[in-house]
């Protein structure tokens, strides 16, 4: 069993950046991002897979997942922030897809609040 240990998120102002992080404990082929704000049904953020980075439209350009192999660890820097961002934001691994595809362990999630 895969067990993911989220932390980084807070409040912030927006225009300001905050950095996530997730701490897996086994072997993942897969880590990403999730995100569920008030009223909406969870969506993806961004994903890595070894050192390539895919994002949501919504995202892309502002956010950059990265991946730390040694500690096998997750970060997701968030730039620009916006109140839109405002949600609860999930870690997510698969240990043989893409968690695109299919999410095998989710973190516990982590409030991201972005202020106006």
């Known amino acids: 069993q895969v067990r993911l240990v989220e932390s980084g998120g807070g409040l912030v102002q927006a225009g300001g950046s905050l950095r996530l992080s997730c701490a897996a404990s086994?072997?993942?082929?897969?880590m990403g991002w999730f995100r569920q704000a008030p009223g909406k049904e969870r969506e993806f953020v961004a994903t890595?897979?070894?050192?390539?980075?895919s994002y949501a439209d919504s995202v892309k350009g502002r956010f950059t997942i990265s991946r730390d192999g040694a500690k096998n660890t997750v970060y997701l820097q968030m730039n620009s922030l916006n109140p839109e961002d405002t949600a609860v934001y999930y870690c997510?691994?698969?240990?043989?897809?893409?968690?695109?595809?299919?999410?095998?362990?989710w973190g516990q999630g982590t409030q991201v609040t972005v202020s106006s």
């Open positions: 997510a691994a698969a240990t043989r897809t893409s968690v695109l595809t299919k999410v095998d362990y």
């Open positions: 086994g072997r993942t082929f897969s």
């Open positions: 890595i897979t070894w050192s390539v980075g």
